[in-house]
């Protein structure tokens, strides 16, 4: 697992990264990663449980199933944190990415 640090206001948070190998029969090894994300922040104020439990909860599962069952593609699961601030998370960490595909997961029932 990777932590990526970023700060706001002189106080660093940080995003939970983990990338999992594509199948290994696969030919090409080349392929950008599949960008999967959730935010592990809540509102201010509030239990977080819809907002965003159930996107970390999807996103730990996707993780079992994709360390036990790779795809074709290589799969990046990010936590983000900081994203009911205004997304700081997610925007910090995508100045560095280029070529990846991303799929955000947030509030699923
Ligand atoms: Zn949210």
Do not use: C, W
Not at 8 to 22: A, F, M, R
Not at 85 to 102: C, H, I, N, P, Q
């Amino acid at each position: 697992m990777e932590i990526h640090t970023f700060e706001v206001g002189n106080k660093p948070y940080e995003n939970l990264i983990l990338n999992l190998p594509s199948d290994s029969k696969t030919e090409k090894s080349d392929l950008s990663p599949i960008l999967i994300a959730a935010h592990y922040d809540a509102v201010p104020g509030t239990p977080g449980a819809d907002d965003n439990a159930t996107g970390v909860a999807v996103l730990l599962e996707f993780a079992r199933i994709f360390a036990t069952e790779p795809i074709k593609y290589p799969i990046r699961l990010v936590a983000f944190d900081q994203e009911e601030s205004g997304l700081l998370g997610s925007a910090d960490y995508v100045t560095k990415l280029r070529r990846e595909k991303m799929m955000s997961l947030e509030m699923l029932g």
